[in-house]
């Protein structure tokens, strides 16, 4: 069971960072600036708090990574810089032990910024609607869920790298392929996939595939995900590229919101994995 | 069983780099066991094959019995280790340091005595390490490395960044585990600390052993040239014959000490035998060979020759590198 002492350390040392109360500025600044400024517009006071809601979906998909990402890409990497992982390794301790602390202590961080975030956010939804709508009970839970995926996301890369600037550089870049280039025409895996389908083996177009790569992204899925619990089914028209319906019939498996949370834990899974598999034989010189 | 063990061991990194091949150690339990080596000669390099920090292109190693493979957990359960040049969490107290390693190992203990053993009680024990001069950092890391009692101790390079004071009770405490039973296994680069403390000297170079043995028994069979300086009552009108006398190189008269450069300790007797016949002998400084001018034949290449021509038993450490490469055969 020492994972849970090096969580509880790991947890101990990076509380005392500042990076803590810097996360949880940085949300609180966009939470305000987003939730206290939107109206109510003449709808129902519920309407125009589930639409706030709404309105944070894009700072949260885009932005949350980028600050939960300095709160774990140096937690592996920065251990083996400074040489302190000696004695993390010099004592009783797995590297698999290692790892899950790690992977839990920077876990209970991210939650602590983002849980503070929340619970200042369900007050702003309180003071300018007077309401805190059930989505965002939901919302709250996909984003702490969100949150603990980049979580494992750098703290599985962190653990590929012997060095803070390869750490930065493999956790950055993993983000920004999977929310920018994820979305740059031509090259996106949605153009990607109907070139490779259309025009070199010649098939009919399948939205339902495009869709599928699209959601593979960690961002997207929380962003699927979250849009299609606020805004529920589409309502007929224009129905949003992410919204989809789970009680139309002709909805496959693979596209449901259950699917979203489902590859959102397997974001999970997968890097912390991957990061296990090669610490787990790395040479710490 | 010994405490360490290792067989072949040996680490290659990339195609070319050697930097330990073909390592045979045993270090017996209870024993004090000095690593001895310029930098890069492939000290850290054992011990972090020791921790599995690292893993042996060909070869074992075996710590209290325990393969260094498939058993890690097992040897970092019973040891105690101070690793180099690591930088403790800035942070965390030194409290919080040694508090953690009891949780890693899942023992109860004394904080407050373990910290009050390394020097750092009082206020020191609650201010983050981060803080420490790198001579705290140093005692912490051997305070982390005393928690549960170890059957043995590796400590690396575990002098840096101690000032002389620290330096002597770092010897102390080595000392005093060493009277406990625990085994010390410490690599240095500084010839003195080894010399003060250690029952057993290895030395290392460029990735081989060069030398393992009793550390009296490697200044018997291996100390070249040593001074004796003998004080007389008058100073002797002309010059001191010691030409009779077997072994000795060079005589120096100074005023009222004769200085005489023997071949071999062995030689000392004879000299003062041979002077206090002839003169009246008031004092009697004899410097013991010390480790440096060994270590120095050893590892250096030039003066290695030089130093083999002095023993008979030496003559295997002249010639070839390769001769030198055996140090079963350089040591007995």
Known sequence: MSWMAIARKDFRDARRAKILWGATGIFLFFYAVLLLTSSQGGRSSNEAAVDAIGGLIFAGAFLLPLVIISMGYLAIAGERESGSIKYLLGLPNSRREVLLGKFVGRSALALTAVGISLVVGAGMLLFQFGTVPVEYLYYSALTCLFAVVFIALAVGLSALADTRGKAMAATIGTYVFFSFIWVVPGINPNDSVAFVVEDLLGMNATPELYQFVQNLSPVFAYGGAVDAIVFGAPEGENPGPNTLDPAASDVPFYLSDQFLVLLLVAWIVVPLAIGYLRFRSAELG | ?332
Not at chain 2, 80 to 92: H, N
């Open chain 2, 1 to 332: 069983m010994p405490a360490i063990e290792t067989k072949g061991l040996t680490k290659t990194f990339g195609e070319s780099v050697v930097a330990l091949q073909d390592l045979d150690l045993t270090v017996e339990h209870g024993e004090v066991y000095g690593f001895l080596g310029p930098n890069g000669a492939g000290k850290s390099t054992t011990i972090n094959l020791l921790l599995d920090f690292i893993h042996p292109s060909d070869g074992s190693a075996e710590v209290l019995g325990f393969d260094t493979r498939s058993e890690s957990l097992q040897i970092r359960q019973n040891i105690g280790i101070l690793p180099e040049g690591a930088e403790p969490y800035d942070r965390l107290t030194g409290r919080e340091h040694v508090e953690f390693a009891m949780e890693s190992k899942d023992v109860d203990g004394d904080v407050d005595a373990i910290l009050d053993r390394v020097g750092l009680a009082g206020d020191d024990a609650d201010r983050k390490a981060g803080g420490y001069s790198k001579g705290m950092a140093q005692r912490l890391g051997l305070g982390m490395a005393l928690v549960g009692d170890p059957d043995l101790l590796i400590l690396d390079e575990p002098s840096t960044g101690l000032d002389p004071a620290g330096m002597a009770e770092m010897r102390d405490l080595i000392r005093e585990e060493a009277a406990d039973g625990t085994a010390v296994f410490f690599s240095s680069h500084i010839l003195d600390e080894v010399e003060e403390v250690c029952d057993r000297v290895a030395i290392l170079n460029e990735g081989r052993l060069v030398a393992d043995d009793d550390l009296d028994a490697l200044r018997e069979e291996f100390t070249g040239e040593c001074d004796i300086t003998l004080d007389v009552a008058e100073v002797p009108a002309g010059s001191v014959d010691l030409g009779p006398v077997d072994g000795v190189v060079e005589t120096a008269v100074d005023d009222h000490a004769i200085t005489v450069t023997c071949e071999h300790p062995r030689v000392k007797a004879d000299v003062v035998r041979h002077v206090d016949d002839r003169h009246e002998v008031t004092d009697v400084i004899s410097e013991e060979t010390s480790l440096e001018s060994m270590f120095e034949r050893y590892t250096n290449g030039d003066g290695g020759d030089e130093a083999a021509t002095n023993g008979d038993t030496a003559g295997a450490a002249s010639g070839e590198p390769a001769d030198a490469a055996d140090p079963a055969e350089v040591a007995r």
